[in-house]
């Protein structure tokens, strides 16, 4: 186990929150957890125990406020905030509370423009089971309720950069790739056993969320999410089909605000001493989609 444990929650914009509840807690089965003063909403899928993985905020544009990560323990949380300034960035902390139910958090901002946050605590909520004798499903689950938040690819302009500080400093390991030549043009990164906790993916901008990914337990559940987001003209995207990249079973749709949302299963299991994956450019369209081997133009351009 890395000292950076997993992908812990994910702050979007939203520009009208009323649709985003909707969308996010009938449709995908997300769990409210918590409002705050300045509006924010705040939300879990039902399997995190952790109190949050999703925080909504409504803003004039689309688009992602930051991604965190859990580490260990304090001790883990104060050596990054050194080797990260090392690394030549510029730190910030934001106080305990500041999210409720969460200790101090570290925010930086990697070079491909996307901010990060990094933080040791946060309460427990539960799955809506007991943790003795806990039974295996929550019993009042709804939509396409997937038991967590997995990943994101993040679209920016110096994949390079952001590879070096995922792998350098916050220890993630580099399991598949997409090269041109010598240029990294898309890079998976997995602090876990996950074939990959985040993705950047190279673009001409900076700081651009490209989806926001949540697990679910098989390929008969991605095809019930197509069935869950047809049913509720949700605006779909690309699946059910197959990645080549991570071999992920996978749905592509949006959030009422145009946030790409995937639903997730499968993808194999990483260990550390397996070999990294790599792409040539020239199959980029058999790495996105296997079953088509064809590239979509909206998968390619929106970002939000
Ligand atoms: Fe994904």
């Known amino acids: 186990m890395k000292t950076v444990l997993r992908p812990g929650h994910i702050a979007i914009r939203v520009m009208d929150l009323g649709a985003a509840i909707t969308h996010y807690v009938k449709v995908l089965g997300m769990v409210e957890t918590a409002r ?3 509006g924010r909403v705040f ?3 039902w399997d995190e125990h952790d109190h949050h993985s999703l925080v ?3 803003a004039d544009a689309p688009g992602m406020d930051y991604m965190a990560f859990k580490v260990e323990d304090e001790t883990t949380l104060h050596d990054l905030a050194k080797a990260i300034t090392e690394f030549g960035l510029d730190v910030e902390w934001v106080s305990a509370g500041e999210h409720p139910f969460t200790g101090e958090r570290l925010r930086f901002t990697a070079p491909t423009g996307h901010v990060f946050e990094l933080y040791a605590h946060k309460g427990l909520y539960g799955n809506g089971m007991p943790t003795t004798n806990p039974g295996i499903r929550a019993d009042d689950l709804k939509g396409i309720h997937p038991s967590r938040f997995d990943h994101c690819a993040l679209i920016g302009d110096d994949v390079e950069g952001s590879y070096r500080l995922f792998t350098e400093v916050l220890g993630f390991d580099l399991t598949e790739q997409v090269v041109d030549g010598d240029e990294k043009r898309a890079v998976f990164l997995s602090c876990s056993t996950k074939p990959h906790d985040v993705a950047f993916i190279q673009g001409p901008v900076k700081g651009k969320l490209h989806h926001m990914s949540f697990f679910v337990d098989s390929w008969a559940q991605v095809l019930d999410a197509a069935d869950i987001i047809a049913s509720n003209d949700v605006p779909h995207e690309v699946g059910p089909t197959r990645h080549g990249i991570t071999r992920g079973e996978t749905l592509y749709f949006f959030d009422p605000s145009g946030n790409r949302n995937e639903v997730f299963s499968g993808g194999y299991i990483w260990y550390p001493d ?8 020239d199959e980029m369209p058999k790495a996105l989609f296997f079953t088509e081997r064809k590239l979509n133009e ?3 351009t929106v970002v939000t």
Request: no cysteine; aromatic share 10%.
């Open 36 to 38: 705050d003063e300045q």
């Open 43 to 45: 939300l879990k899928a």
């Open 56 to 58: 909504l905020r409504e």
């Open 274 to 281: 397996r070999p990294t994956l790599t792409w040539t450019v």
């Open 298 to 300: 909206t998968f390619l």
